[in-house]
Structures are given as structure tokens and as C-alpha cells.
């Protein structure tokens, strides 16, 4: 287990300190890259020098998303991909080695939730989640094993505070393959947040703390590793909620 990390400032100055010099120049790509944590850690990984490749669905929101971290001193490029289909994420990952000659780590996102109870939740809807979360999981670690054995791979799962039976088959399944694959010599690991972004990076940036550390090449020898990582509350409203409001005014 990571330290609590109850303090998110102080962390985000120290972090910035520890891993500039270690994961300057590295390749990450970073699934969900546009939206939640998978912003906040882009942002984490693109302050410490790494080159952040941005993989989600909406070409605009990743572009934004690149050309802010470009415009903050940071190395980024978008690359539109849904993780979900096996191939899709082979063609990005042979794009990322055409552009660098090399990927070094990959934070995957599989943290998608639903509001729906689990009586109520349709076929549809347990297919997506199941999709998005569980079987990109698979076939990112699958293509790793084949390709790149040595790239490691941080999964963000489900969030500890998400109601409903049907998070629980997700994240033990997604816990089985990380635990399983540190005996097949893959670098896999999993961070489990306490709650969903909150959308506030200073909040979410323990969560974020967390992949700095097992990114480290000293931490190579943590694998098949389910971590829990505490946050601090979330507000009632959230910050883009907020926003959102007041621009309507």
C-alpha cells in the first residue's frame, strides 16, 4: 500500500521533484485521457517531462487537452482510439512506436460507472461497462504480452465508492489479471480511487501521486499489486458543474 498522501499540495511539489529527473523522456500513453483522472494524471506525467500520448474518442477534447499541456511546457500528442475494440488500440500502440521508436508505460482508465441500479441495468448497459472497463483491460495486457513485454501498465479501476453489484464482477476480474500476470513477468498493477474525479486536480492529485510512483524504473519489481487510494471529499457541486452554471448566467 502507497502512503496515505492526505496532503495534495505539498505532494504535488515533492512529486514534481522525485520524478522530473526519472521519467523525463519517457513514452506514457494514458487511455481516457481527456476527461476525469485520466486528465489529472496526463497533466501529472506531462509536468515531470514524460511525452503524453492522449488516447480516448473525441478528437476535439483531446486536442484541447494536448495543446494546453504543450502550452504549459509539457510534450503531448492526441490519438483517437476506442480501447474497447482490440484492434483500435494495436493500430494507436504501433502508431505511438512509429512516432518515438518506443513505449515505456500505459495508464489505462477502466473506470467507467453507471448511475443505473444493478435490477435495473440493461443488457446494453452491462455490456458497455463490461467493454470499457474489463475487456480493454484484457486486450491492452494481452497485446503488451505479445508486443511488449516490458512496457508496464497501471490500471485505474472501478472507484471504491461506486454503488451497485455490478462494479464487483469488474473489478475482480480486472484484480484476477493483475495478480495473474505478475506470474507471466508482466509489470501490471491497479489503483482503486475511494470516489470518482472530483474534477478538481489539487483533490485528485493523490490518485495521480500514485501512478508517478509505480511509473518510477526503480519500481520495476512492483507488480501483480491492487492498491487502494484514499482522496479527500469531494464538494457537493463539482468545479465543471460550477463552471458550467456560471457560464449560463
Partial sequence: MLGRMTDPTSSQDRAGALYREVLA??????TGADMGYGKTVSTALAKTGASVVLIGNNSESLSAQASALERSGGHAIPIKADVSVPLDWLSAQTRILEIFG???????LAD????????????????ELFNSNVKSSVAIAQILGRRLPDTWLTIIGPHGDE???QAHPQRGAIRGLVEAGAREDLRLNMLIPSRASSGDETLDRPLAD??????APRMGHLR????????????????PELMSAVNAL
Avoid: Y
Fill in 210 to 215: 500514485a501512478v508517478l510512483a509505480l511509473a
Fill in 163 to 165: 454503488p451497485g453489484l
Fill in 224 to 239: 501483480g499489486n491492487v492498491m487502494d487510494v484514499p482522496l479527500p471529499a469531494a464538494p457537493k457541486v463539482r468545479l
Fill in 25 to 30: 523522456g519517457q513514452v506514457i500513453a494514458v
Fill in 102 to 108: 518506443a513505449l515505456h508505460g500505459i495508464v489505462h
Fill in 112 to 127: 467507467k460507472r453507471t448511475n443505473v441500479g444493478f435490477t435495473m441495468l440493461s443488457e446494453n448497459e452491462w455490456m
